[in-house]
């Protein structure tokens, strides 16, 4: 069974290169906009992996995974958050709210693929 990855993030460039970077991989690949969005399909797929962006319209990343980690059918997805904030307290706020992963924008495609294989096994 192919793995499901949601990307979320308002910015349209950065989902193409996170798809373009996870495309031949084999994975289901599902986009959200914005936060509520990402909420929304993250309940609809569950996802085994999300990509989660710390700034977006509606609710915020760290909003996002608070509300998907507290409900039982979602609280098994892992979070790697993608930012552009600061990595050490951003990093650390991540992970205090049940995120699994940080890299910080702008990012390496090599390095996005590898820590998405190793979480997914």
Do not use: H, W
């Amino acid at each position: 069974m192919r793995k499901k990855i949601l990307i979320a993030d308002d910015e349209d460039n950065i989902r193409k290169l996170v798809r373009v970077s996870l495309e031949d991989e084999g994975y289901d690949l599902f986009e959200a906009r914005d936060g509520n969005e990402a909420v929304a399909k993250a309940k609809e797929l569950k996802p085994d992996l999300i990509i989660l962006d710390v700034m977006m319209p509606g609710k915020i990343g760290y909003q996002v995974c608070e509300e998907l980690k507290q409900a039982p059918e979602t609280s098994r997805i892992f979070v790697v958050f993608l930012s552009a904030r600061g990595k050490p307290l951003s990093e650390m706020t991540g992970k205090m709210i049940g995120g699994n992963e940080f890299i910080a924008k702008p990012f390496d495609p090599s390095e996005l693929r590898a820590r998405v294989k190793k979480a997914l096994g």
